[in-house]
């Protein structure tokens, strides 16, 4: 389902004699122009937004209309994040301009949806050279609609899915470890190798010297590749890269299919690429925030959060958690239900949550997680047995047995869970014993 908001634009955004003129639709106020400033390299940036914004075009498992799918863009302080997701939301796109990336001022903050139409994308690929580029982050003022001219005003759907997809995006990438760094010409050989775009395999590319080796299964120190094809948005931004990262979170011999990150790094922007486990896999379906999301407190704790979070490129959770009186843990799950809502991302690169400015829904968690009421529905009616690390729990008229791991995580003897294995989070008989725990704990 498609969360449906209004924007409005003042006009088309276009590549103007003065430079790039990205029109946005929000913000602290009435379309603002929270930036304002010449990029650095502006082929480079050029070829990043052309990058995000194909990304949103392209359903890397099924064709889509990408009529209304237009990235996200957010202001803070001394940084301009560019995101989306593809139309089947197994990639996420980002590109961070950094400091280095930018002559001018992030003049105020906040988060919008970016107006990227065919006759910019056209414009963006004729940037090249040193030729100067110019971004205006929305207009200062708002042109009201008379006899003479009108305000261009779109309904814009900002999908659902790439909701849920930014709260199970975040979660999965905190997890994530630096796993290898490869030199542009050797990535650039790299990613000339990989299969093509059709390809639905599950790779694996290990750290061989100053390049990546590609295998069929996983082994430590390994980075889950599934569907090389949609690394494809990289390419364009190659030649101004100087390095390849990579990042993934902790594998084994035997482990399962992993979402991974490809980051391109030209020392003045970054682009990355965050690829679900398997090509028809999207994130918005991952399960991965739910264990967070199951505390008693964490509306409570998210609303807080919230209050303290600013606009620090890097969000400190230690600090974070000294300033709210809160542990830790429970700051994490806090931040992992503002991610419900789109209001926290994750930077690998530094290791660090971001801020994004868009309305806090509390019941958004429930609304877009069965498993979570299901799970509610489930303590509400006492239909969990504890026997130690093992439970009972009575869904209609059978009954399952839960496990609780050593890890942390859960085994059940549902259906859900002999499908999917703990792949897609737990299931809600899982989610109903780790609420009933920590009530008792």
């Known amino acids: 389902m498609n969360a449906v908001q209004t924007y409005r634009y003042l006009q088309p955004s276009a590549l103007r004699t003065a430079g790039l003129d990205l029109q946005t639709s929000g913000g602290p106020a009435a379309n603002p122009r929270f930036f304002s400033g010449f990029l650095t390299t502006p082929a480079a940036a050029a070829a990043g937004l052309l990058a995000v914004a194909e990304v949103a075009r392209t359903r890397y498992h099924q064709p889509v209309s990408p009529a209304s799918l237009d990235p996200v863009v957010t202001g803070s302080r001394n940084r301009l994040r560019f995101e989306s997701f593809s139309g089947c939301c197994g990639v996420y796109a980002r590109m961070d301009v950094v400091p280095a990336g930018f002559d001018g001022e992030v003049v105020g903050h906040g988060t919008t949806n970016v107006d990227v139409n065919p006759p910019l994308r056209e414009a963006l690929a004729r940037v090249g050279g040193i030729e100067p580029l110019h971004l205006a982050v929305g207009p200062d003022d708002l042109t009201v609609s008379t006899m003479e001219g009108a305000v261009v005003e779109r309904k814009v759907p900002l999908p659902g899915r790439w909701v849920r997809g930014f709260a199970e995006v975040h979660v999965l990438t905190a997890g994530f470890e630096p796993r290898a760094e490869v030199p542009a010409a050797e990535a650039a050989a790299f990613l000339r190798r990989l299969p093509g775009g059709s390809d639905r395999s599950v790779l694996w590319a290990v750290p061989a010297g100053r390049t990546l080796r590609l295998t069929s299964r996983p082994a430590p120190g390994a980075v889950c590749l599934a569907g090389a094809g949609r690394l494809a948005a990289l390419r364009g931004l190659l030649r101004h890269a100087r390095t390849l990262r990579v990042y993934g979170p902790t594998v084994r011999t035997g482990s399962p299919a992993v979402p991974s990150t490809w980051e391109l790094d030209t020392g003045s922007l970054r682009l990355s690429l965050t690829l679900s486990p398997e090509p028809y896999r999207g994130f918005s379906g991952e399960g991965a925030a739910l264990l ?18 600013s606009w620090d490129p890097t969000i400190d959770v230690v600090a974070l958690a000294e300033a709210a009186g809160l542990p830790d843990d429970r700051v994490r799950a806090a931040l ?70 050593p890890d942390g995580g859960f085994t059940c003897t549902c259906r859900w869970w002999a499908k999917h294995q703990g792949q897609r989070g737990p299931c809600k008989h899982a989610l109903a ?9």
Request: negative net charge; without cysteine; charged residues 30%.
């Open 292 to 309: 967070a999301l199951a505390g008693d407190e964490v509306i409570d704790d998210a609303e807080l959060v919230s209050a303290l979070l």
């Open 336 to 405: 992992a239900q503002l991610g419900t809502a789109g209001r926290v991302g994750y930077d690998v690169a530094d290791a660090g949550y971001f801020h994004r400015v868009m309305p806090h829904d509390a019941g958004r968690a429930e609304r877009d997680n069965p498993r979570l009421v299901g799970a509610r529905t489930l303590v509400e009616q006492g239909a969990v047995r504890r026997d130690g690390d093992h439970a009972t729990v009575r869904s209609g008229d059978e009954d399952y047995r839960v496990r609780r791991l």
């Open 433 to 441: 014993v780790s609420m009933v725990a920590e009530v008792t704990a």
